[in-house]
């Protein structure tokens, strides 16, 4: 489909290639495992000792 003549075939062909490697690259094991993704970069420390004056 790839060298298709007929346009449909070919925009078909891109479609469904350019949304499987974006469905594999964006799956969770890849972002996170891969990729090092962190939804909100740097951490936060939620209970933490304040000094009272």
Do not use: H, I, W
């Not at 449909?8 to 972002?31: A, C, D, H, I, P």
């Not at 495992?33 to 939620?46: I, L």
């Amino acid at each position: 489909m790839k060298d298709s003549e007929v346009e449909e075939e070919k925009k078909f062909y891109q479609l469904m290639r350019s949304n499987t490697v974006m469905g594999f690259t964006t799956v969770k094991e890849v972002m996170v495992d891969y990729r090092k993704y962190q939804v909100a970069p740097g951490y936060y420390k939620g209970c933490v000792d304040v000094p009272v004056s």
